[in-house]
Antibody, heavy 121, light 110 residues
Framework: EVQLVESGGGLVQPGGSLRLSCASS????????MSWVRQAPGEGLEWVSG????????YFADFVKGRFSISRDNSKNTLYLQMDSLRAEDTALYYC??????????????WGQGTLVTVSS | QSVLTQPPSASGTPGQRVTISCSGS????????VNWYQHLPGTAPKVLIY???QRPSGVPDRFSGSKSGTSASLAISGLQSEDEADYYC???????????FGGGTKLTVL
């Protein structure tokens, strides 16, 4: 059974930083692209960032460009999200999601339980 | 404001068939496969439909998806109380170079 376990969330002041981690197991981590998706309180799902299997390509939603960075350590089977210059509107439950593939088609086939980030003074 | 547009709510009685719509544009639904996710509060989201109309193993055939032009739909037949959840459509957007989600539809089983 694929396991994705997020950690690193917490309370941080506006302008502060946090680094989220997503530890994976039971699949070949280095073969799959990964993403971070968040859900703010009372809101819907919102894609934040993605990274290719090798880590050579990264993608960001406009609202985090220049503030967040994504990386992975395939030797540790772990995905990261470095969040800087945090704003109150970044308060959300952050999910780690693994990509599934069928030919050229892709989707998020496994998700973690999420880690809560609260940005408040 | 979400890039993909879904109705905020839907409802039905047990046994009924309900559909949830998802409207996008040429750069997302018009060009790329649509995926649907089910999300129950306090749990991890789960993929229901990928690539417009494909069901992962374990998803009942009561769930089906379709696409026409820049819109997609999720249909749930034989509605059950356990289907009460939030449903999201998603697709890759070629202009934004990222994934976009609908705002979500809260399904209530009356």
């Amino acid at each position: 059974e694929v396991q994705l376990v997020e950690s690193g969330g917490g309370l941080v002041q506006p302008g502060g930083s946090l680094r989220l981690s997503c530890a994976s197991s039971e699949f070949t981590f280095s073969d799959y692209a990964m993403s971070w998706v968040r859900q703010a309180p009372g809101e819907g799902l919102e894609w934040v960032s993605g990274i290719s299997a090798s880590g050579g390509s990264t993608y960001f939603a406009d609202f985090v460009k220049g503030r967040f960075s994504i990386s992975r350590d395939n030797s540790k089977n772990t995905l990261y999200l470095q969040m800087d210059s945090l704003r109150a509107e970044d308060t959300a439950l952050y999910y780690c999601a693994k990509m599934g593939y069928a030919g050229s088609r892709s989707w998020f086939d496994h998700w973690g339980q999420g880690t809560l980030v609260t940005v408040s003074s | 404001q979400s890039v993909l547009t879904q109705p905020p709510s839907a409802s039905g009685t047990p046994g009924q068939r309900v559909t949830i719509s998802c409207s996008g544009s040429d750069s997302n639904i018009g060009s790329n496969p649509v995926n649907w996710y089910q999300h129950l509060p306090g749990t991890a989201p789960k993929v229901l439909i990928y690539s417009h109309n494909q069901r992962p193993s374990g998803v009942p055939d009561r769930f089906s998806g379709s696409k026409s032009g820049t819109s997609a739909s999720l249909a749930i037949s034989g509605l059950q109380s356990e289907d009460e959840a939030d449903y999201y459509c998603a697709a890759w957007d070629d202009s934004l170079n990222g994934w976009v989600f609908g705002g979500g539809t809260k399904l209530t089983v009356l």
